[in-house]
């Protein structure tokens, strides 16, 4: 069956690093688009960002955009999200999904940017 497990979650200072990694298993993944969206509290879950089969091509959302950085590695079934100068606004939980407007999800990870 389809599992996403993301890790990496945590808390961060205004302007500091996380990396999200999600482990994909039971399906090609090389044949799939992987995203990364992120529901922050009484808010609607929203994309982040998402990228293409071959790692090709990527799409961000213009709130991340210049800060955020989705990769991904074929041969380890994983997609990653490094994320630099981090925001209080960037507090939600980020969750994997399976393509772009996602089929499957992960259980999500807290990232939580305070002081």
């Known amino acids: 069956q389809v599992q996403l497990v993301e890790s990496g979650g945590g808390l961060v200072q205004p302007g500091g690093s996380l990396s999200l990694s999600c482990t994909a298993s039971?399906?090609?993944?090389?044949?799939?688009?992987m995203s990364w969206y992120r529901q922050a509290p009484k808010k609607e879950r929203e994309l982040v960002a998402f990228?293409?089969?071959?790692?090709?091509?990527?799409n961000y959302a213009s709130s991340v955009k210049g800060r955020f950085t989705i990769s991904r590695d074929n041969a380890k079934n994983m997609v990653y999200l490094q994320m630099n100068s981090l925001k209080p606004e960037d507090t939600a939980v980020y969750y994997c999904?399976?393509?772009?407007?996602?089929?499957?999800w992960g259980q999500g990870t807290q990232v939580t940017v305070s002081s």
């Open positions: 999904g399976r393509n772009s407007a996602p089929d499957y």
């Open positions: 039971g399906f090609t993944f090389s044949n799939h688009v």
């Open positions: 990228i293409t089969p071959t790692g090709g091509g990527t």
